[in-house]
């Protein structure tokens, strides 16, 4: 308890599933958040919980690929907290369709949802780190990021970008005390697999089998598991770790699982 006391963080894509699990375990280990999301009902009832649970937490609507907004809330943190140390840029979305029927449209979206908030979030936040003189940023990438995925080009040109933007990023702020690191989830039992969709269909998806099948572990991953590498990179325990990549996977990108 108490890894983050005194700090102040940001998450987005804060309302469900790995968002959610991650402003809890900040909050829980003394962090006052800032919870933002688009799902205005959702971010509300994630604070309630929160504040129930004896948590510092507030919601702020954002939609990441808005620029505007992200000054807004960068500055409604440090004028509430009085500054910034933590960012879990953690909103994106996947679109699933074979390259050739995708729409440019569909492409743009997701590299605005994926990639360019991870820009947005490193222009806006950045600047209030430095007022601190410190800094954790956190980008949620995905093991799409590390290996291709048929039917997911478009996710996985995305999250591929995110790895190496913040490789460049920690090299660019190093020597201000601002440390940056992605995290690669794998298959982790959260909403997005029920709603899913392949040509605006809906993707009826086994969890449970499909990682019993492909996840040498042998079952899916919970959002804590995800949260508790962000934990590891948000506080100081990681004090020397930048420009790294943290792997919870079960053991996907190692290779194959055995059968039977």
Same mark, same amino acid.
């Given at each position: 308890?108490?890894?983050?006391?005194?700090?102040?963080?940001?998450?987005?894509?804060?309302?469900?599933?790995?968002?959610?699990?991650?402003?809890?375990?900040? =909050? #829980?280990? *003394?962090?006052? @958040?800032? !919870? &933002?999301?688009?799902?205005?009902?959702?971010?509300?009832? %994630? $604070? /309630?919980?929160?504040?129930?649970?004896?948590?510092?937490?507030?919601?702020?609507?954002?939609?990441?690929?808005?620029? =505007? #907004?992200? *000054?807004?809330? @960068?500055? !409604? &943190?440090?004028?509430?907290?009085?500054?910034?140390?933590? %960012? $879990? /840029?953690?909103?994106?979305?996947?679109?699933?369709?074979?390259?050739?029927?995708?729409?440019?449209?569909?492409?743009?979206?997701?590299?605005?949802?994926?990639?360019?908030?991870?820009?947005?979030?490193?222009?806006?936040?950045?600047?209030?780190?430095?007022?601190?003189?410190?800094?954790?940023?956190?980008?949620?990438?995905?093991?799409?990021?590390?290996?291709?995925?048929?039917?997911?080009?478009?996710?996985?040109?995305?999250?591929?970008?995110?790895?190496?933007?913040?490789?460049?990023?920690?090299?660019?702020?190093?020597?201000?005390?601002?440390?940056?690191?992605?995290?690669?989830?794998?298959?982790?039992?959260?909403?997005?697999?029920?709603?899913?969709?392949?040509?605006?269909?809906?993707?009826?998806?086994?969890?449970?089998?499909?990682?019993?099948?492909?996840?040498?572990?042998?079952?899916?991953?919970?959002?804590?598991?995800?949260?508790?590498?962000?934990?590891?990179?948000?506080?100081?325990?990681?004090?020397?770790?930048?420009?790294?990549?943290?792997?919870?996977?079960?053991?996907?990108?190692?290779?194959?699982?055995?059968?039977?």
């Amino acid at each position: 308890m108490d890894q983050l006391k005194g700090k102040v963080a940001i998450v987005t894509g804060a309302a469900s599933g790995i968002g959610a699990a991650c402003t809890e375990t900040l =909050a #829980r280990e *003394g962090a006052r @958040v800032v !919870a &933002t999301d688009i799902d205005d009902p959702a971010g509300a009832d %994630l $604070v /309630a919980k929160i504040k129930a649970a004896g948590g510092e937490v507030i919601y702020l609507p954002l939609d990441v690929t808005d620029e =505007a #907004r992200w *000054g807004e809330v @960068v500055a !409604a &943190t440090e004028a509430r907290y009085g500054r910034l140390d933590i %960012l $879990v /840029a953690n909103a994106a979305i996947m679109l699933i369709s074979p390259t050739i029927e995708m729409t440019l449209a569909d492409w743009r979206r997701q590299m605005a949802v994926n990639l360019d908030s991870a820009f947005l979030s490193v222009k806006y936040c950045v600047p209030a780190m430095r007022r601190v003189g410190s800094g954790s940023i956190v980008m949620m990438s995905s093991i799409a990021g590390l290996r291709g995925t048929a039917g997911m080009a478009g996710f996985c040109a995305t999250k591929g970008g995110m790895r190496l933007f913040t490789k460049a990023i920690a090299l660019e702020y190093a020597r201000e005390g601002i440390r940056v690191n992605s995290v690669h989830p794998g298959m982790i039992d959260t909403p997005i697999w029920g709603k899913l969709s392949v040509g605006g269909r809906n993707l009826p998806v086994d969890l449970s089998e499909m990682a019993r099948q492909r996840v040498p572990i042998g079952e899916p991953g919970r959002a804590q598991d995800v949260a508790d590498g962000v934990l590891f990179l948000a506080s100081d325990m990681s004090r020397h770790v930048t420009g790294a990549e943290i792997v919870i996977d079960g053991g996907i990108v190692a290779g194959s699982p055995r059968r039977g």
